[in-house]
């Protein structure tokens, strides 16, 4: 499946973000111009897209307010992005970022839940605005 975006990561940007372990993510609270606070995540590039999983899953405060506002601003590999959220419910894009996640975060004990359904259930695309 190919899905276009009018805006996206530059190649500079997507190199730096698939190394950077340095994720904020602060979705808008409710009244759509408060950044929330941000939360450490893990995140990983996959097919030029860049995305993210939420440890406690749909039930994650910060996934809850990504998915009602679908906007707010990331910090990732040293700099701070306005960007969208997309909830991604494709099952074989789930599996690439579930390859990804394997790759990147390897040696953390942390990996195999992050694998887990619920927390699988919370990958977003994030594009920049």
Same mark, same amino acid.
Do not use: C
């Given at each position: 499946?190919?899905?276009?975006?009018?805006?996206?990561?530059?190649?500079?940007?997507?190199?730096?973000?698939?190394?950077?372990?340095?994720?904020?993510?602060?979705?808008?609270?409710?009244?759509?111009?408060?950044?929330?606070?941000?939360?450490?995540?893990?995140? !990983? #590039?996959? &097919?030029?897209? $860049?995305?993210?999983?939420?440890w406690?899953?749909?039930?994650s405060?910060?996934y809850? /307010?990504?998915?009602?506002?679908?906007?707010?601003?990331?910090h990732?590999?040293?700099?701070?992005?306005?960007?969208?959220?997309? !909830? #991604?419910? &494709?099952?074989d $894009?789930?599996?690439?970022?579930?390859?990804?996640?394997?790759?990147?975060?390897?040696? /953390?004990?942390?990996?195999?839940?992050?694998?887990?359904?619920?927390?699988?259930?919370?990958?977003?695309?994030?594009?920049?605005?």
């Amino acid at each position: 499946m190919v899905v276009e975006y009018k805006k996206s990561w530059d190649q500079d940007q997507l190199l730096r973000f698939a190394s950077a372990d340095d994720m904020r993510v602060s979705p808008f609270y409710s009244d759509g111009k408060t950044y929330g606070t941000p939360t450490w995540i893990w995140s !990983v #590039v996959v &097919d030029d897209q $860049l995305y993210i999983r939420a440890w406690n899953g749909t039930n994650s405060r910060w996934y809850r /307010s990504a998915v009602e506002q679908k906007a707010g601003r990331i910090h990732l590999a040293g700099s701070n992005f306005k960007v969208n959220f997309e !909830v #991604v419910s &494709d099952n074989d $894009l789930n599996e690439l970022v579930d390859d990804e996640y394997k790759i990147k975060y390897s040696d /953390s004990s942390y990996l195999l839940p992050m694998l887990q359904e619920n927390p699988r259930n919370s990958t977003l695309r994030i594009i920049p605005r």
